[in-house]
């Protein structure tokens, strides 16, 4: 079975198991989401060479940008909930150009990229709470997405 379809599937397992999930669902899930950043930070962080170190980060970042293209074009979800979608899109967008020297940043120096990879799981812990009962099934969406798109 292709991963994409793997996660077709998973995700409609989700979201027909929506309305047994409890509030603290949504939390799980960014928990998820939030793991998955500290894990790639922790990649970075064996890697000796600064090449391989951005290699990651990218590729981290790319594994968001594709898990967020895939919910948007799922017709279930309201506006708001594709508003943490978006949210989520923007800040990552934000430490990409950052990593990259894209749009008036100047580029993460080499000797710098573990304290940044370090930087972007803070900043994701520190994002403000998600707790919309609306907002689970696609967070946690996301979460199997991105867990299926770094296999």
């Known amino acids: 079975m292709s991963r ?6 998973a995700a409609c397992c989700m ?10 669902s949504a939390t799980k899930a960014e928990n998820k989401v939030k793991d ?5 930070a922790q990649q970075v962080k064996k890697e000796q060479n600064p090449a391989q ?3 990651i980060l990218n590729r981290g970042f790319e594994k968001v940008f594709k898990a967020a293209d895939k919910i948007e074009k799922m017709p279930s979800f309201s506006s708001s909930d594709l508003q943490v979608i978006s949210e989520l899109r923007s800040r990552t967008q934000d ?6 020297g894209l749009k008036g940043y100047e580029p993460v120096s080499d000797g710098q990229l ?4 370090s930087y972007v799981v803070q900043d994701m812990e520190q994002a403000k709470q998600i707790t919309i009962v609306t907002t689970t099934a ?6 199997i997405l991105v867990i299926l798109l770094a296999m």
């Open 95 to 100: 430490k990409f150009e950052e990593l990259n």
């Open 138 to 143: 696609v967070l946690i969406v996301l979460a």
């Open 15 to 24: 979201l027909l198991a929506l309305p047994a999930l409890a509030q603290n």
């Open 53 to 55: 170190k951005r290699a």
């Open 36 to 40: 998955y950043f500290s894990g790639v």
């Open 4 to 9: 994409l379809m793997r996660g077709f599937v």
């Open 114 to 117: 573990d304290n940044f990879a």
